[in-house]
């Protein structure tokens, strides 16, 4: 039986501009928030935080059909964690979308202290959840991410929509049936 190891994807369409530094130059663990508010853009700028989070927060939505998707997983007793590079502010997107629903927050750099796609990251996951690579099915948006699952052995899907993600994890032996995604 395959272990859904890692589901990630974009919670929102839009991306950051360059002038954010979220953890760029340097690891979040253990950053306070007021501390990433000071140093998340890099010429330290005054601006509104609240304003900011609330902005960030209401763009945070299920990219079509991943929330199906994510249901017929849990429904089928796959274990999912997340594994993200979000800083201490992933808790807007649990307070949002309650991803917790479906998966673990277990592997949060901001907890962890390392990042995708640091290979260490990937063996500490394998650690963590005593399972073979083989066995984990690592999702992500980005190809580097993806590639470097795969270097640690696991097996890799590099994240388009929910509809190819679906097809891709029944090819790679997943028990995901379409009508499940449909019960939300």
Sequence with gaps: ??????????????SLPVHFDWGTRENCKNMLRDELARKFFKDGRQFDLEGLK??????????????????????????????????V????????????????????SCITGKRKPDPEFYVEVLHYLEVQ??????????????????????????????????????LHGADVLANEMDKI
Aim: charged share 20%; net charge negative.
């Design 1 to 14: 039986m395959l272990n859904a190891a890692g589901i990630i994807f974009q919670a929102s369409v839009w």
């Design 54 to 87: 609330l902005c960030m927060k209401r763009g945070y939505h299920y990219i079509d059909g991943v929330d199906g998707l994510l249901y017929a997983l849990k429904q089928n007793n796959y274990e999912i964690h997340a594994l993200t590079n979000y800083p």
């Design 89 to 108: 502010w992933y808790e807007m997107i649990e307070e949002k979308l309650r991803l917790s629903a479906y998966l673990s927050w277990t592997f949060c």
């Design 133 to 170: 690579p083989s066995s984990c099915i690592f999702i992500d948006d980005r190809v580097k991410n993806v590639e470097a699952a795969m270097d640690a052995g696991m097996v890799g899907i590099h994240f388009k929509n929910a509809q190819l993600l679906h097809e891709d994890l029944c």
